[in-house]
């Protein structure tokens, strides 16, 4: 599998480092504004691969480098977060649609039949404006999502409860940012209902701290966000069919339209194989509406950068 990262900033070459130590691809492409930096982190990367489980080719290069890519993951911004967790994601909307607008239609043309993985906040504006400059069907674009998030509550249940966070079922959904909820009505270990317990509510609220914390401390993140990328990436390598919340396209979920938010999502080899219709708790579908206005707002305003630039 031929794998691209588009904008190798911190999230970016945490990623690479993710991609040839899990042996995610046989082919690592890193594109970046920086060429000779970019030069020194293909080729350590490279001698990393030669340690690594299996036989990854890492090379840098420019956008025609990307050619034939089976995955093109963008996490290419104008602010220096490249997809961390600012404490205001929406604030990047504007400069980063203005760059997706010019380099998005050109991967598209040079790798039709990629999956195109968002990474870049605002990651659901984002994913948005990637479905609209690419032109490909919804279920080959995709981005991160509140899959992050979703890790760090179940993280800080596994924690509380000191049960493994692979059998806690929690999930965050709606929008990576600041409107994101926790589906209560849907927490579960082993079976057991969690979602009644205050405790529950507590993690969550503790979870929308969390980011801003490690942003404060260190003055970015990439170690969790590219570690979902990972996630992704593995599941379209194994066509495992492995269910996690990312940003996708929402069609007629109770009402929504024409918006990305999170949601579960089957992950396999053709990207999302499909998107799961739970039920929602009242309170639930509000905050996701909620959620979606938020984004459409934001989406409406940016509409001139999501047709391809004039050239």
């Not at 979920?253 to 053709?270: F, H, K, N, W």
Request: proline share 4%; with cysteine.
């Amino acid at each position: 599998m031929k794998v691209s990262i588009v904008g190798v900033g911190k999230v970016g070459v945490t990623l690479g480092y993710s991609i040839v130590l899990k042996g995610l691809a046989t082919e690592l492409v890193l594109v970046s504004r920086s060429a000779e930096r970019i030069r020194g982190e293909a080729l350590d990367l490279q001698h990393a691969a030669a340690l690594g489980p299996s036989r990854v080719r890492v090379q840098a290069g420019d956008i025609e480098a990307t050619r034939g890519s089976q995955v093109v993951v963008l996490a290419l911004a104008q602010s220096a977060e490249q997809g961390g967790s600012a404490i205001d994601r929406i604030a990047t909307a504007r400069p980063n649609a203005q760059l997706f607008q010019q380099v998005v239609p050109k991967i598209a043309e040079l790798s039709p039949d990629a999956i195109l993985l968002v990474v870049t906040n605002p990651v659901d504006v984002l994913t948005y404006a990637t479905l609209k400059l690419s032109g490909f069907d919804r279920h080959r674009v995709l981005g991160t999502g509140t899959l992050i998030d979703s890790a760090r509550f179940r993280s800080l249940l596994s924690a509380h409860y000191e049960i493994h966070s692979d059998d806690i079922r929690a999930y965050v959904l709606g929008e990576h940012g600041e409107s994101q909820f926790p589906v209560l009505s849907a927490v579960y270990a082993g079976g057991w209902y969690m979602g009644k317990d205050p405790e529950v509510k507590r993690a969550f609220e503790k979870t929308l701290s969390v980011a801003p914390e490690v942003f404060l401390a260190k003055g970015y993140t990439n170690f969790a966000v590219a570690s979902a990328a990972a996630m992704i990436l593995q599941a379209i390598k194994d066509n495992s069919h492995h269910t996690m919340p990312v940003s996708t396209l929402v069609d007629g979920y109770y009402g929504i339209e024409d918006v990305c938010l999170s949601l579960p999502a089957v992950i396999g080899q053709e990207g999302i194989a499909q998107v799961l219709s739970i039920a929602l708790s009242e309170e639930e579908q509000a905050q996701l509406r909620y959620s979606a206005q938020r984004l459409s707002t934001v989406n409406e305003s940016l509409a001139p950068f999501f047709q391809p630039a004039a050239s």
